[in-house]
């Protein structure tokens, strides 16, 4: 720490020095120093100071010093909290964004997220000390353990540090607000269910130091509407966050704050608010197992939404409608004790919670399930509904129809499991369960014994041990005479007549009362008939009786309603007298409470301004007049404010010198009072002896007292021991008879029995023995049956093989066939290639001789020699006009074929290629006429092949 006191701008120097060198525990200290110094402190204003404490809470959020950082803080709001209250804000807002900076920060370095610490207050517990030394630790744990608790722990004393400093202070009532949801949302993030239970507790035990706060000013004042809102808000996020965390116990306790919030308020929430408030509370009666005030708190919500909203629309009218149904249907069938139970009964408790559960409804008395069901009739909310559960209302509630009950709701229960995120279908378990209560009491109207197999064919969506239970439970709490019989597989109803339900009308739809009810209704019955029958016998009497007794009546009313008509005009004026003093007495005392206040907010002005101009005249009686004249007012204003500081610094030296007077005049006093305390001990020692010796010897006395009283009574009916054993004798002696008697039938019967049941026994294994026979009989039969098919199979199958091999070789050979015929073909077509071939080289090698000889002699060759002549033209101007007819018909015979020309030796020898082209050509034609045929003959033979196989 520093050795002497530094000015703040030297202090703020002198620790950013120490931060440079790596020291934030002596730069902590200096900066310390500074606020701890009164001299200093008090006579600097907010802008030296603010960046001071910044520093200052930055090197205690760097050092994880959380009870120096309150120090600070403390100091902090008690100078600036009346002076500047938005640099208060400022600085706690900043602490906690840095505590939230290095939270988030050694989250993000550890890899667990939520640390598994029950209470952060107390993190070394002597469990987990035990379990760390015995359990093996890797390093990821402990470093979750190094890195992340210890910032989790410091944020939270944060908070609670925070919530401390402002609870009080009706300035920066709307910051304590909202870190109030700033610890929410912390407990929520990291999972601190403890510190979230103990969060809640401290801002309960917070409102109610401000109830108990006086009127003041800079007090948090819970008459006003503002900080009533901010109130509500807070519980309504608490409960949010409640029902996150899934803490019940919390949840219901911040309904309870939120209800006794409205009821402090003077109007009534909007009903938004109340919406949700409805909303949340049905979902913690939900949670609880409270299905009754879990459906009275959705009515609520449904008759609040009806009237305020108005722009609801027909399909969220309806869904709120089906959703109040079903929860009310949903309600357990409720408990109907007999009559003597009522008054036996002596536990208030759960009528107490009922009423105080009510109250947070908003309801005078407690809902019953009929009481709901009226109010949904009177409200139309069963029109409103779905079709389909308005069925299911009239199945329930209405119609009477055991055998086809739990097949119809199955179908409703089918079609809401098959709608997909429906609210709808966590109340199907509950309405399972309520439909089986009904079957059961509707099948106890019909039938006095039903197999219990039929019982479960009835009930389609249960099975044996959660029928028979429920059997148990309605024995239990419906009042229902039921007994199970193992052995026969059956359940019996309404054996015993000297049991009945209660007076009133059973719930639900009835068919007939039950055998108990008639006979204890049997003398409430006769009297009815006995009164029918004296009406009939004498029917003037009870005429002549009402006469009378009418016109007493009649005599008796005109003689009092004079008297009568002044006492309820008098009662009325009562009446209205006292509501108009009431009234007048409301309006005088608000008057005179607004009176009051108003008084004392002048006086709290004028003590202000008058505190002020004290202050104002001691600063300038000081200063001489020249002095005042040349200061202004910024100058006057520091003046002022530095007496004021010197004036504190003066009254808080007081106050330390006083304290350490009352601190030596109580040690003081201490000291005198140890001898007198001395004495008076062992005074009142010696008196708890002497009581205590008093005391024994009574106890003695009454001891020998009782003693000589047993020893007469043991004496007295020592006289009577005879007489006992006689009688006890005679009474076994009798008792040994008709034992002896009782046995001897009980054998009778157990012989006849014995011989009954062998007898039995004998014919049952005749008949099994029969069965037996005739069943081995029957798959003797069966077996040959099948072995006779098994062979038939086979043989079919042999068949459909042989067929198959047949066919296939069949095929096989056609295949070999075309093949064979293909192959003759090709061979065919090879042998006219060739041919062909042949005749083309024959020809070519004629040619080229004719070629050869025409070489030799050119002069044979007539169009030759035509055209060294040139054609001769006609007179019309054609070379074709010279020729003659006769060498038309010569020309002609030139290009035809050899075998339609006359002599070959006629033509002339110069055409002799021509003989032979033809020839070549018509070898070719007559060639592709062969192959055409040929091919012509296969595809006929192939065609006709498959019409052959067929």
């Not at 020095?17 to 900066?31: N, S, Y």
């Not at 509950?430 to 509707?442: H, I, M, P």
């Not at 005198?672 to 001990?681: F, G």
């Not at 015979?893 to 006629?906: H, K, L, M, Q, Y």
Request: with cysteine; glycine share 2%.
């Amino acid at each position: 720490m520093a050795r002497y006191g530094q000015r703040p701008e030297n202090a703020l120097k002198r620790a950013n020095e120490f931060i440079e060198v790596g020291k934030p525990a002596r730069a902590l200290d200096t900066l310390q120093e500074v606020f701890r110094n009164k001299k200093w402190a008090y006579n600097w204003s907010e802008s030296v100071l603010e960046p001071i404490m910044f520093k200052y809470l930055d090197l205690c959020v760097e050092l994880k010093k959380s009870h120096i950082a309150k120090e600070g803080l403390f100091q902090y709001r008690n100078m600036f909290q009346s002076v500047n209250v938005g640099s208060l804000e400022n600085v706690i807002r900043g602490y906690l964004r840095m505590a939230e900076e290095k939270t988030e920060n050694a989250r993000e370095q550890s890899a667990q997220a939520v640390i598994d610490i029950d209470d952060l207050d107390n993190l070394a517990t002597p469990e987990s000390i035990l379990l760390s030394a015995v359990s093996g630790e890797d390093a990821q744990d402990r470093s979750d353990r190094t890195i992340l608790t210890p910032w989790v722990k410091f944020l939270w004393e944060s908070y609670c540090q925070c919530l401390e400093l402002l609870r009080t202070n009706a300035h920066v009532e709307n910051l304590y607000h909202d870190i109030a949801r700033m610890a929410f949302q912390f407990c929520l993030k990291y999972n601190r269910k403890t510190e979230f239970r103990k969060l809640c507790d401290k801002l309960r035990k917070h409102l109610e130091d401000i109830c108990k706060l006086p009127a003041q000013v800079a007090n948090v004042s819970m008459s006003k509407p503002e900080t009533q809102q901010l109130n509500l808000e807070t519980r309504l996020h608490q409960l949010d966050f409640a029902i996150q965390m899934e803490l019940w116990q919390e949840a219901y306790k911040a309904i309870e704050d939120i209800h006794n919030l409205m009821n402090l308020s003077k109007k009534m929430p909007v009903p938004k608010t109340m919406a949700n408030y409805y909303q949340k509370l049905a979902m913690v009666f939900w949670k609880a197992g409270n299905y009754l005030f879990h459906a009275a708190a959705l009515f609520k919500l449904f008759q609040l939404s009806k009237e305020m909203k108005k722009n609801i629309t027909p399909e969220e009218l309806q869904r709120m409608a089906c959703r109040v149904l079903i929860a009310t249907l949903a309600i357990p069938l409720p408990s109907a004790h007999p009559e003597f139970d009522r008054f036996i009964e002596t536990d208030k408790s759960p009528l107490e919670k009922a009423q105080r559960l009510a109250v947070l409804l908003g309801l005078f008395q407690p809902p019953t399930r009929a009481s709901l069901l009226k109010d949904l009739v009177r409200v139309n909310v069963i029109n409103l509904a779905s079709p389909q559960l308005q069925d299911l209302y009239n199945w329930l509630e209405v119609e009477f129809h055991p055998l086809l009950l739990c097949s119809r709701v199955h179908t409703v229960i089918n079609s809401l499991q098959a709608e997909e995120n429906s609210p709808l279908q966590q109340y199907i378990p509950a309405l399972q369960d309520v439909t089986l209560v009904r079957l059961v009491r509707q099948i106890a109207q019909v039938y006095q014994t039903i197999e219990f197999a039929r019982m479960l064919q009835l009930a389609k969506f249960t099975t044996p041990f959660h029928l028979e239970r429920l059997l148990v439970d309605c024995v239990r709490h419906n009042d229902m005479q039921i007994r199970i019989d193992h052995g026969k597989q059956c359940i019996h109803f309404g054996m015993d007549l000297s049991e009945s339900q209660r007076e009133d009308k059973p719930e639900g739809p009835t068919l007939q009362v039950m055998p108990s009810e008639q006979v204890r209704n049997q003398l409430v019955n006769m009297s009815t008939v006995l009164n029918q029958a004296i009406n009939i016998i004498n029917p003037n009497k009870k005429k002549l009786e009402r006469e009378k007794f009418r016109a007493a009546m009649v005599q008796n009313y005109h003689e009092t309603k004079v008297r009568e008509h002044q006492k309820i005009l008098q009662r009325h004026k009562i009446i209205e007298d006292r509501k108009e003093y009431i009234e007048r007495l409301n309006t005088v005392r608000e008057e005179e409470e607004q009176k009051r206040l108003e008084e004392m907010q002048r006086q709290h002005v004028l003590a202000e301004q008058k505190l002020r101009l004290d202050m104002a005249r001691r600063s300038l009686k000081k200063l001489v007049e020249d002095d005042i004249k040349k200061l202004d007012a910024d100058q006057i204003a520091a003046k002022e404010a530095e007496e004021l500081q010197k004036e504190r610094r003066e009254l808080q030296a007081k106050l330390k010198s006083q304290e350490k007077k009352v601190d030596y005049f109580e040690r003081a006093k201490r000291l005198e009072e140890i001898p007198l305390l001395q004495a008076s001990m062992k005074e009142r020692q010696l008196q708890d002896q002497n009581f205590w010796e008093q005391q024994e010897k009574e106890r003695i006395a009454a001891a020998i007292e009782e003693r000589k009283l047993a020893v007469a009574t043991r004496d007295r009916l020592s006289r009577m021991k005879p007489d006992k054993e006689e009688f006890l004798a005679k009474l076994k002696k009798e008792r040994n008879i008709v034992y002896e008697d009782k046995l001897k039938e009980f054998e009778e019967l157990l012989t006849e029995e014995r011989k009954r049941r062998l007898l039995e026994r004998k014919v049952k294994r005749k008949e099994e023995r029969r069965a037996k026979y005739l069943k081995e009989k029957e798959e003797e039969a069966e077996r040959k049956a099948a072995e006779q098919l098994r062979r038939e199979e086979e043989e079919r199958q042999q068949a459909e093989e042989a067929a198959r091999k047949q066919r296939e070789e069949k095929e096989r050979i056609e295949k070999e066939e075309r093949e064979r015929q293909l192959k003759e073909q090709q061979e065919m077509l090879e042998r006219v290639a060739a041919r062909q071939k042949q005749r083309e080289e024959e020809i070519e090698r004629k040619l080229q001789e004719e070629k050869e000889s025409s070489r030799e002699k050119p002069k044979e060759s007539s169009w030759r020699r035509g055209e060294k002549e040139g054609p001769k033209r006609s007179e019309g101007g054609s070379w074709r006009g010279s020729e003659k007819a006769g060498d038309d018909t010569k020309k002609s015979d030139v290009w035809r074929p050899s075998r339609f020309r006359g002599n070959a030796d006629e033509s002339p020898r110069g055409d002799s290629w021509r003989n032979a082209a033809d020839e070549r050509r018509d070898e070719k034609r007559d060639d592709r006429r062969e192959l055409g045929r040929g091919g012509f003959e296969q595809g006929e033979r192939i065609e006709r092949r498959p019409r052959q196989v067929h």
